[in-house]
């Protein structure tokens, strides 16, 4: 089974501070995703990577930066937090086989900016 | 705005109904759809999914069902249960290298004992 983890469930941070948020893949995967879920807005895509060291921006790139070093690992970094970032963030991964596109997630990481 | 969406935001049926779960898309151009379900406290898992050149797929329990003629698709849970209560979606992509998918914002299945 595809398995999509995350480095944590629940995490709270104070406004200004650099937050890592680490997701980790173990299929091979070329295509890594990190979105934002928050109420009746639904996921929003931030960026999302097909290959290591490459990266494209989402629908809401902006205060996020990303890092694709290795294939399995897809980091989100936010600079400098702010409470307009408490949300639900989840990684997503899919290998491309055809014109397939199914993601697989992760459990997600509920980040609070204080 | 989204462009697929929801008809209703919550769902409410009896253990053992039949539930169906509606959403409309408005690119005519998407070529794959997928329904999601969200429990609690975890991330979405992947349910059922469609070719544009299909019109049913059937799954265990679920059906989804595509009218590329409306933009619209449904999934169909026979039997409902009450594991099957969680929030539910359904997604779109373009095919071909087209990574991306675009939710919709979800519905609220809850199932009453």
């Known amino acids: 089974d595809v398995k999509v983890t995350q480095s944590s469930r629940y995490l709270v941070k104070r406004t200004g501070e650099k937050v890592f948020l680490e997701c980790v893949q173990d299929?091979?995967?070329?295509?890594m995703f990190w979105y934002r879920q928050d109420p009746g807005l639904g996921l929003r895509l931030i960026y999302f990577s097909y290959d290591v060291k490459m990266k494209e921006k989402g629908d809401i790139p902006e205060g996020y930066s990303v890092s694709r070093e290795k294939k399995e690992r897809f980091s989100l970094i936010l600079e400098s937090a702010s409470t307009n970032q408490t949300s639900m963030y989840l990684c997503?991964?899919?290998?491309?086989?055809?014109?397939?596109?199914?993601?697989?997630f992760g459990p997600g990481t509920r980040l609070t900016v204080l | 705005g989204e462009s697929v969406g929801l008809h209703l935001p919550t769902l409410s049926v009896q253990e053992g109904d039949n539930s169906i779960i509606n959403c409309a898309y408005s690119?005519?151009?998407?070529?794959?759809f997928i329904w999601y379900k969200q429990e609690s406290g975890k991330g979405p898992q992947f349910i059922i999914d469609i070719r544009s050149n299909m019109d049913k797929r059937q799954g265990q329990r679920v059906t989804v069902l595509l009218n590329k003629t409306v933009k619209h698709l449904s999934l169909q849970i026979a039997a409902t249960q009450p594991g099957d209560s969680a929030v539910y979606f359904c997604?779109?992509?373009?095919?071909?290298?087209?990574?991306?998918?675009?939710f919709g914002k979800g519905t609220l299945l809850t199932v009453n004992p």
């Open positions: 690119n005519s151009a998407s070529d794959y």
């Open positions: 299929m091979d995967h070329e295509n």
């Open positions: 997503a991964s899919s290998l491309l086989q055809g014109d397939f596109n199914e993601q697989f």
């Open positions: 997604a779109e992509n373009m095919g071909g290298s087209n990574y991306k998918l675009t």
